[in-house]
């Protein structure tokens, strides 16, 4: 603790400071703190000598330094994540290849690790994340916060593997843990500026210091505009931008050495018109030809605005809003115990989400609205114990979570739906009023109860030999509630069990449902690591880990028979059995200059919870179901290296093998999907087949899983030379970014239409800093301007379009940073 005296230094000039950063919140954004060279490579520091330097994690609820921790682990410092403009965590899988994100919305994101964490496809709330999202220790249950900003980070750890004897959440593929930058007892302030093409703006700034002796605030703020990547010709307007607000107040009570408190609180908010999946193409498909899309689309004498998505041009005709606000409070209270710390995490996070949608992708109105605004509310507590001794240490906790979603959908068809959707043959056809109009009003809540208690001991048998074991016992209990009720274009009710060629054609559309699903069990897991420090430089472990990821419940609605009645069985699904096994080596080498970690693992999984969907137009968004067997295995490599002050360099790298192992009940792709059904052991159409057989299932065990690359890389370096600038002492340097991955499926059953191609990506920086924090560089991201797509996606109604998501073109701009 600093002095009274030092302390006392002007508090009420810094809180007024503080009380107008928001005004002057257009101009700023924290810079980051002194260049250090972590596990991905970060700037060189001048005044440090040429080795990479020791990078501290809390990973394991201690600080520690990465060479040490016996897990797989990437770190990204502040520093790296702004000179690459990886802000968010979409840009930060481009530094850490295991890393995977899609996002079509931020309510239909996915974070998976080594290809495992959620099903891929439209999100439902009723199951859990296989990646777990922390900031300070505090759990984000909506993947919606992945999409904003990161805000005033001291670093982000990528954890793989099970995390479940550690965190007060069980996650099965990996965590990513944030920690952002704390209050201090000494005033300091940090400001960045940026400006580039497509209209980017982005603002940073944060504020800290000292308000008594005993009591320090820090006050971040970011915002980003970016005009969209595409041009809706329709409605005239740039689609797929960027309108992002954050601001983080925190307060820092500690009145003595052994006690410190921290309340944070945290409010961001998201709001651009988005978010537009474009045409691709057409594949054939088991559809009669006269219901494929060539002829629906002439049958309406439409035709799409562009056949080149790279041309960047979309025609949808409904609204579209990616209305996003996300935040909470929370207190955290670090209690010094002798030769123990208590810790105690108390927090409650909100979720609002208000999104408009066009789900069938075109300028035709098939469907004239889709929207699922959604609220949450949830609360959490942790309480650890970490106690350390000279041959052991452990630590023991208790976690307990409540959380509430409710959501009001809306979909509704369009003019053009009754072409669209209805046979040819049948007169009905020809007369838009049949479905337009047609609404289904979904009502759905799901309430969900978690508690456990865990802990982690470390024995030190020899000084170089350790033991790690860790348990997990854990309750969970889900109840949820759906309604589906539908209405006509007049605003009748419209029912099961009616007749009529009218009602007939609605209730193919929309079925009214009702269902009611519960879960609730008890787990037990664990795991067991050992590890050995063979040199001062050179640390390997293995890992074993009994995990779960816990049962789920299908919030989506449910499928249905042929009467249209709900399946009540699919309402439940089963808990994740998993089976983690996982080596690895770390070494330092070249006097420290560099250092090699590498990683092998294997990752097998029973009851896998996938998603999948019947391919019709609005009668269920996707559901989820148990695939029979999931393996993940591979390896993975971090290696950095640092010459000279003058010099750094970074590689890393990943081999990802994850395939369904049994999954014979799939749901077909679209190429053998859309057909006259026929039954089990019947050999249907040869893929493409117009107005053939389609299999009820499709047997895809051995098969990739989707979202997954096999390679992936990421590589950079920066060289530095001392120079004087206009009076300023400092250096000029030149940086350079750059990844790959391989191809990979963007469809929950591979598809023949749905791989997207691998790609590359280059970025390059260069500028001007000095040792006081003043940083000014250009920057140039996909610099060749690399066509590649984030994903693919699979037309409604199985007609063979195919959408998609054009990544981001070539940007440039400038970026001004100083420290105070």
Not at 388 to 411: H, L, M, P, S, W
Request: charge should be neutral; charged fraction near 20%.
């Amino acid at each position: 603790m600093i002095s009274p005296a030092h302390r006392k230094a002007a508090p009420a000039a810094f809180l007024g400071l503080l009380l107008c950063g928001t005004a002057s919140a257009a101009l700023a954004q924290p810079a980051a703190s002194p260049p250090a060279v972590d596990a991905v490579a970060e700037a060189p520091d001048t005044e440090a000598g040429a080795t990479v330097g020791e990078v501290t994690v809390t990973a394991r609820r201690r600080e520690e330094t990465v060479q040490s921790v016996p897990l797989a682990i990437s770190v990204v410092s502040a520093d790296k994540v702004d000179s690459t403009g990886a802000f968010n965590v979409g840009r930060l899988q481009q530094l850490t290849p295991t890393l995977q994100y899609y996002s079509t919305n931020p309510r239909n994101t996915s974070v998976n690790i080594r290809g495992l964490g959620v099903p891929f496809g439209l999100t439902s709330d009723g199951f859990e994340q296989g990646v777990g999202f922390y900031i300070d220790d505090v759990y984000n249950a909506r993947v919606a916060t992945a999409t904003f900003d990161f805000l005033d980070v001291s670093r982000i750890e990528v954890l793989r593997g099970p995390q479940g004897t550690l965190y007060g959440k069980n996650t099965t593929a990996g965590a990513v843990n944030i920690t952002t930058n704390q209050p201090t007892f000494d005033f300091e302030a940090k400001a960045e500026v940026s400006a580039g093409n497509l209209s980017f703006k982005q603002a940073k700034a944060a504020i800290s210091g000292p308000l008594s002796d005993t009591v320090a605030a820090r006050l971040a703020i970011s915002t980003t505009t970016r005009r969209g990547t595409i041009y809706n010709v329709t409605s005239r307007q740039w689609v797929n931008g960027q309108d992002n607000l954050g601001v983080r107040g925190q307060v820092l009570f500690k009145p003595n050495d052994d006690l410190a408190i921290t309340f944070a609180g945290d409010y961001s908010k998201q709001d651009a018109e988005c978010c537009a999946q474009i045409y691709v193409r057409t594949g054939a498909t088991q559809r009669p030809l006269n219901r494929q899309y060539a002829a629906l689309a002439a049958a309406q004498g439409y035709t799409v605005a562009s056949t080149n998505p790279f041309d960047r041009i979309t025609d949808v005709d409904a609204n579209l809003n990616a209305g996003n606000k996300i935040g909470g409070v929370s207190a955290r209270v670090v209690w010094n115990l002798g030769p123990g710390t208590l810790t105690s995490v108390t927090a409650w996070r909100f979720w609002d989400w208000k999104p408009e949608n066009d789900r069938d992708f075109l300028g035709l109105s098939i469907v004239s609205k889709s929207q699922n605004p959604s609220q949450q509310d949830q609360y959490s507590q942790e309480l650890r114990y970490n106690y350390a001794a000279e041959r052991y240490d452990f630590v023991v906790g208790a976690f307990a979570f409540k959380q509430r979603i409710d959501t009001q959908g809306t979909e509704q068809q369009g003019p053009a739906s009754s072409r669209w959707n209805i046979a040819p043959s049948n007169a009905l056809s020809n007369d838009p009023t049949v479905l337009d109009g047609l609404v289904a009003r979904n009502t759905q809540y799901l309430k969900n109860t978690s508690f456990a208690l865990f802990g982690q001991a470390s024995w030190k048998v020899t000084d170089a030999f350790t033991i790690q074991p860790g348990v997990r016992l854990n309750y969970d209990k889900k109840e949820g509630f759906y309604q589906r009720l539908v209405f006509d274009g007049q605003g009748v009710p419209v029912l099961l069990g009616q007749t009529g060629a009218r009602r007939a054609a609605q209730l193919a559309i929309f079925t009214p449902q009702l269902s009611t699903p519960e879960f609730s069990d008890w787990n037990f897991s664990y795991d067991l690591t050992a590890s050995y420090r063979f040199t001062p430089d050179v640390f390997g472990y293995a890992t074993y880990a009994k995990s779960f990821k816990t049962g789920g419940i299908n919030q989506n609605g449910l499928p249905t028979d042929a009467a249209g009645n709900p399946i009540l069985a699919a309402g439940r699904i089963k808990p994740e059995d998993v089976d983690h096994f996982e080596a690895g080596v770390k070494t330092q080498f070249w006097d420290r200059r560099a250092t090699l970690n590498v990683s092998a693992f294997r990752t097998d999984i029973k009851d896998y919870q996938a998603t999948v969907t019947n391919g019709q137009l609005g009668v269920l968004r996707g559901y989820l179901a148990n695939a029979g067997k999931v393996r993940s295995q591979g390896f993975e490599f971090d290696f950095a290296v640092r010459p000279s002050e003058r010099f750094t360099a970074y590689a890393n790298g990943a081999y990802t093998d994850a395939t369904y192992r049994k999954f014979v009940d799939a749901p077909c792709p679209p190429e053998l999907a859309g057909g006259t059904t026929v039954a089990a052991g019947q050999t249907p159409s040869a893929p493409g087949t117009p107005g053939g057989l389609s299999p009820a299932n499709c047997d895809i065990s051995g098969q990739r899983l989707p979202g997954v690359s096999k390679w992936s890389f990421s590589f950079g370096a920066e060289a530095n030379l001392p120079t004087t600038f206009l009076g300023k002492e400092g250096e000029i340097y030149l940086g350079y970014d750059g990844s790959y991955r391989s191809n990979f499926s963007s469809n929950a059953s591979p598809s023949i239409y749905t791989w997207v191609d691998g790609y590359s990506l280059s970025n390059f920086r260069a500028g001007f800093r000095t040792p006081d924090g003043l940083n000014v560089y250009g920057w140039v991201r996909n610099a060749f301007d690399e066509n590649y797509f984030e994903l693919l996606a699979v037309g409604p109604s199985n007609t063979g379009l195919i959408a998609g998501q054009p990544g981001d073109p070539r940007t440039w701009g400038v970026t001004l940073k100083a420290a105070f």
